[in-house]
């Protein structure tokens, strides 16, 4: 697979436990923000994401929430499973044609 | 369904050469874009095409070109190889929409380019 992750951020987590993975943001014209996950050896794979008017988001067995004040963005994986183990993007839309803004991105790392 | 498709999926080039990578989508999707993607960094923007024939610059749009002739195809070019060039390279698409799901693009699997 690609390695394009050598020097990430890494949250190790047990397989069940609940994961929480942070982003900060900097532009507060974003209009949405997204959280994306890369598999190794793959293109990243769109998980959810939330409009900059709401703070709460909830898919399945993910919830993502936006605090504006802070700029600042989770994305919280419930009962998290080996599947799971991926680095994670977040990234905001700024202005039409859906151009994305990527952060640096997080691996997690899911142990039975 | 095959998605985004690109080819070449590895290459490696020397210093001053030129290639094209090229992108394939079959979801009928106005907009394409071309990312680079380098180690502990995210994905940065090159160019995009909001339709066939046209196309404009992302963040990081210097020593590279792109054609969009075909709704279908977008092609990215590296004129004249540099090291600072190695990268994994990834297409992807998506249509106009607002509301649900409104960030979401579809990647195809990568080209990962070497230049020596």
């Known amino acids: 697979g690609e390695s394009v992750g050598l020097h990430l951020p890494t949250l190790s987590v047990q397989e069940g436990d609940n994961s929480i993975i942070n982003c900060a943001y900097s532009n507060s014209a974003s209009d949405y923000f997204i959280w994306y996950k890369q598999e190794s050896g793959k293109g990243p794979q769109f998980i959810i994401d939330?409009?900059?008017?709401?703070d709460k988001r909830q898919g399945q067995r993910v919830t993502v929430l936006l605090n504006k004040t802070v700029k600042h963005l989770s994305l919280q994986i419930a009962a998290t499973q080996p599947g799971d183990s991926a680095v994670y993007f977040c990234?905001?839309?700024?202005?039409?044609?859906?151009?994305?803004?990527f952060g640096a991105g997080t691996r997690l790392a899911v142990h039975p | 369904n095959a998605g985004v498709t690109q080819t070449p999926k590895f290459r490696v080039l020397k210093t001053g050469q030129s290639m094209t990578l090229l992108c394939a989508q079959d979801m009928n999707h106005e907009y394409m874009y071309w990312y680079r993607q380098d180690p502990g960094m995210g994905l940065r923007l090159i160019h995009y095409s909001v339709g066939e024939g046209t196309t404009a610059k992302g963040e990081v749009p210097d020593g590279y070109n792109v054609s969009r002739l075909k709704k279908q195809n977008f092609l990215l070019g590296l004129e004249s190889a540099a090291p600072s060039q190695t990268s994994v390279y990834f297409c992807?698409?998506?249509?106009?929409?607002?509301?649900?799901?409104?960030?979401?693009?579809?990647f195809g699997e990568g080209s990962r380019l070497t230049v020596l």
């Open positions: 990234a905001e839309k700024r202005g039409g044609y859906n151009k994305l803004i």
């Open positions: 939330i409009r900059s008017n709401m």
């Open positions: 992807a698409s998506s249509p106009p929409r607002e509301g649900a799901n409104t960030g979401e693009l579809f």
